[in-house]
């Protein structure tokens, strides 16, 4: 089946340092694959997004690259800011054919708190 | 930019009681989706609908729960007698296609169900 593991938080960083959150997948066939963003009290938002292999998603700094040959995405800042802090969620959804619909697929979570 | 829209951002309501959360899909969109996300934990597929019918249905979403699309644009949940474990955050999601691929989901703000 489908499913998302990423890496467990909380994670702790200083601004301006480097962030890594690492995700992978199991996915049959050719899922697109996301990272979404939740604010303190708010919704999900996307933040970027890799449709097939070896795309970088981008946005406001953050970056990550589909990589199917080790079934990652992770997700990358090289300089991170208080206003960072909040929780990550890596995610993916199925490429069907014919179908009514499909569902995206959540990590657990990961919780990143930058201190000033 | 189009977005999601999901009324009341709060529900306060006591165990038995019925409960409707309601969601304005984007427009154009055809395919309505709900995901809950009970504090702290990862966000979970409920269920998807198109064409008046649900598509697919998660284990979670039992004979307690059922959608219906009452008009052109509202799109609802309906909990017939909330526990309190039914107190989460309950996310609508619509999107253009059913295939996914390039096709990601919009979801809304949320509403956060808190059942007494």
């Known amino acids: 089946g489908n499913s998302v593991t990423q890496m467990e938080g909380p994670v702790t960083l200083s601004e301006e340092a480097f962030l890594t959150i690492n995700c992978t997948y199991t996915a049959t066939g050719y899922p697109s694959l996301f990272w979404y963003v939740q604010y303190p009290g708010e919704g999900l938002q996307l933040l970027l997004k890799a449709t097939k292999a070896d795309d970088k998603g981008s946005n406001k700094g953050f970056e990550a690259t589909y990589r199917k040959e080790t079934t990652s995405f992770h997700l990358e800042k090289g300089s991170v800011q208080v206003s960072d802090s909040a929780v990550y969620f890596c995610a993916l959804s199925p490429t069907l054919l014919g179908t009514g619909g499909f569902k995206t697929i959540f990590g657990a979570g990961t919780r990143l708190f930058v201190k000033a | 930019e189009p977005e999601v829209t999901q009324t009341p951002s709060h529900q306060v309501t006591q165990m038995g009681q019925e409960v409707i959360l309601r969601c304005v899909p984007i427009?154009?969109?055809?395919?309505f989706y709900w995901y809950r996300q009970i504090l702290g934990q990862k966000v979970e597929f409920l269920v998807s609908?198109?064409?008046?019918?649900?598509?697919?249905k998660s284990e979670i979403f039992d004979d307690q729960f059922s959608v219906e699309r009452p008009d052109g644009s509202n799109f609802t949940l309906k909990i017939r007698s909330t526990k309190l474990e039914d107190s989460a955050m309950y996310f609508c999601?619509?999107?253009?296609?059913?295939?996914?691929?390039?096709?990601?989901?919009?979801f809304g703000p949320g509403t956060r169900l808190t059942v007494t």
């Open positions: 427009s154009n969109h055809l395919y």
């Open positions: 999601a619509s999107s253009e296609d059913g295939t996914g691929g390039d096709y990601e989901q919009y």
């Open positions: 609908f198109y064409n008046n019918e649900i598509s697919e």
